[in-house]
């Protein structure tokens, strides 16, 4: 299969221009390559197709599936922890593109309950912590333009608030948890970071994402000094 054939990126200006190069016949729109999206944020570019439009249609396989394009050669800047909680996904990729310069392709995420905060806790949660720390290593190798790990964790998560829960009542202590768990443990997340991962030599940078009103309907996120 040539994915050259790959045709329509909506969202990429570049589709208006057909690139130079063999055109296989049997397409409804020009070839295109696919730019690397490193260091290249995708704000303000608008979508060019959308769905009740019939004029383009979407690249299709032999056998009838969609087909989708494969980022070609990308160098992730970063890494980036965070949690799968649902209310925060729009706010977490947006953050990431429109503030940290960080489009979809340009960063490895790595999504998982509780976000970086089991970092925080290698003694307490041992499992939850190899778990990060070997990809984490494993990272390190195979995307060596990853220089920075951004760790962001949020307001109201619950499932880090189970887990630190779990890992209190198992070393046995009644200590009252406060509200920002999230917030207060990233320091002790850099102190983990400076004693177990420094060899791993990533620049780590902190994030909060709280909600900026009562009602929750939107959402701040601001850097925490390690
Ligand atoms: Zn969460």
């Known amino acids: 299969m040539d994915l050259k054939r790959f045709a329509s990126q909506p969202g990429h200006a570049a589709a208006q221009q057909p690139t130079h190069g063999t055109t296989p016949p049997p397409l409804p729109t020009p070839p295109m390559r696919f730019p690397e999206t490193e260091g290249q944020p995708a704000s303000g570019v608008a979508p060019q197709f959308h769905e009740g439009q019939v004029t383009v ?7 009838g599936k969609r087909l989708y394009p494969v980022s070609q050669d990308p160098k992730p800047a970063a890494i980036v922890v965070h949690c799968s909680d649902p209310r925060f996904q729009g706010a977490f990729e947006e953050f990431l593109e429109q503030e940290l310069h960080l489009p979809k392709g340009g ?11 089991v970092l925080g806790h ?16 494993h990272y390190r190798q195979i995307f060596p333009t990853a220089h920075r790990i951004i760790l962001i964790n949020h307001e109201g998560c619950r499932y880090y608030q189970n887990l630190k829960s779990r890992a209190l009542a198992m070393i046995g202590s009644r200590l009252h948890l406060p509200l920002d768990l999230g917030r207060d ?30 009602e929750h309907t939107h959402i701040e996120i601001e850097k925490v000094s390690a």
Request: aromatic share 14%; no cysteine.
């Open 57 to 63: 249609s979407s690249p299709k396989s032999e056998s």
């Open 107 to 117: 960063y490895i995420p790595i999504v998982v309950g509780g976000g970086a905060g």
């Open 122 to 137: 290698p003694e307490q949660l041992p499992k939850e912590f190899k778990f990060l720390k070997e990809r984490l290593e």
């Open 185 to 214: 443990d990233l320091g002790l997340v850099a102190e983990s970071f400076r004693h177990f991962l420094s060899h791993l030599g990533y620049s780590v940078e902190l994030y909060y994402a709280k909600f900026s009103n009562p």
